[in-house]
């Protein structure tokens, strides 16, 4: 009987001290470098969710890449709403601070990105809720960087930056030519 | 014959050590990976100690003062008008600022200053914050850049470390700038 006893306490004590190691190690990893989510919506259409409805893409999301708040024109990012601090949204980076673009829908036709912001557009001008509702967004709310689709098997992929054409900031030599 | 097998002895000897050496250092690694993390989870969800700089919470924070700033209230989004916040300069990600909050999400908040005749208001919009220095003469805040977004909070400073004269929780504004409505408890 004392012989059971001791397996038990036994393994109770590697249970707990397992659990001290993997919840903590878990958490950083899912903080600091590699997060897993699902698009929901039409906002990013063609892209992502081509065919709508039930079929949600599964994207993995490279926080340790923007751990120095990097990114290019034309990545993919999620971000924390602006509008609702417990939601991420996940958009295309359209142009970096400084840039000039011209907005499509937004209050005012011409806006010049401060510093420290940047401006995000969904591939699907219309059906997404993006700066041309919300102007600028700041930087400090990066969250990742979406590098490869995983989910279904069917699309696996790396995700590479591009513009979509006729987006993207406007050249001031091109104004003037 | 003899000296064949004291050279299997000396390897075997190296093998040994090799291994040795190998599994301390493995143990190493794997208890630096697990107080890391332990570390992150600790500043990520708890807490973190900042030290402050700059004239703009002036007399409630001085130059060079550490408080703690903690975590929770903003995972739980229990930030409330009268605490003293860090948050992630919107002009510079990698810039923290230390100011009160004001006003949260569809607050009244006044935008002019004091010695305007004319008093102009405008509201909070939904997800943002607006944040003022208690030294309002030399404070860069929401009064030049609009309201933040609440994301942008790291932490609510709750406690003042040092000096050690004035060890103790922060007092509440002085400014009297915040519009108290009928849904606030007094």
């Known amino acids: 009987m004392a012989q059971q006893t001791t397996a038990g306490r036994r393994y109770l004590r590697a249970f707990v001290s397992g659990f001290f190691v993997a919840v903590p190690v878990t958490v950083t990893v899912l903080d600091r470098f590699a997060y897993v989510a699902r698009v929901e919506g039409a906002s990013m259409q063609p892209f ?7 079929k949600s893409d599964i994207v993995l999301l490279n926080r340790w890449s ?16 602006p509008k609702n601090p417990q939601q991420k949204i996940i958009k295309r980076v359209i142009g970096l601070e400084g840039d000039f673009i011209r907005t499509l829908g937004y209050k005012n036709q011409y ?16 059906h997404s809720l993006d700066s041309n509702s ?8 990066l969250h990742g960087r979406a590098s490869h689709i995983i989910w279904p098997p069917s699309r696996w992929q790396q995700i590479k930056p591009s513009l979509p054409p006729n987006r993207g900031p406007l050249d001031t030599k091109e104004e003037e030519g | 014959m003899g000296s064949a ?57 001085i130059n060079h003062d550490v408080v703690f700033s903690e975590r929770m209230s903003r995972h739980l989004c229990k930030i ?17 600022i230390c100011k009160r909050v004001i006003g949260l999400e569809g607050d009244k908040v006044c935008t002019s200053s004091p010695s305007d005749l004319f008093k102009t208001h405008t509201y909070v919009p939904k997800g943002h914050v607006w944040l003022e220095g208690d030294n309002l003469r030399n404070s860069t805040d929401s009064r030049s850049y609009g309201p933040i977004p609440y994301a942008l909070i790291r932490g609510r400073v709750c406690l003042k470390l040092w ?18 409505t009928q849904s606030d408890s007094d």
């Not at chain 1, 919300?134 to 709310?141: A, D, E, I, K, T």
């Not at chain 2, 993390?37 to 708890?46: L, N, P, Q, V």
């Not at chain 2, 409330?80 to 919107?90: E, L, M, T």
């Not at chain 2, 050690?164 to 108290?180: A, N, Q, V, Y």
Request: overall charge neutral; charged content about 20%; glycine content about 12%.
């Open chain 1, 48 to 54: 992502f969710n081509p065919e709508g409805g039930s």
């Open chain 1, 66 to 81: 923007v751990r120095n708040y990097q990114v290019q024109r034309g990545d993919i990012v999620s971000i924390v709403s």
């Open chain 1, 111 to 126: 806006v010049r990105v401060p510093d420290g912001h940047f401006w995000i557009e969904g591939d699907h001008h219309g």
């Open chain 1, 134 to 141: 919300f102007g600028p967004v700041s930087v400090g709310l």
């Open chain 2, 5 to 61: 097998w004291s050279e299997r002895r000396i390897t075997r000897w190296y093998v040994e050590m090799f291994r040795r050496v190998l599994g301390k250092t493995l143990g190493f690694v794997g208890y630096t990976i697990q107080y890391g993390c332990i570390a992150h989870c600790a500043f990520e969800y708890i807490g973190e100690f900042v030290v402050c700089s700059g004239p703009s919470m002036e007399p409630t924070i």
């Open chain 2, 80 to 96: 409330q008008k009268g605490d003293i916040v860090i948050a992630k300069s919107p002009y510079d990600p990698n810039m923290n």
């Open chain 2, 163 to 180: 000096p050690p004269h004035s060890f103790g929780t922060l007092s509440e504004s002085p400014t009297k700038r915040i519009i108290k």
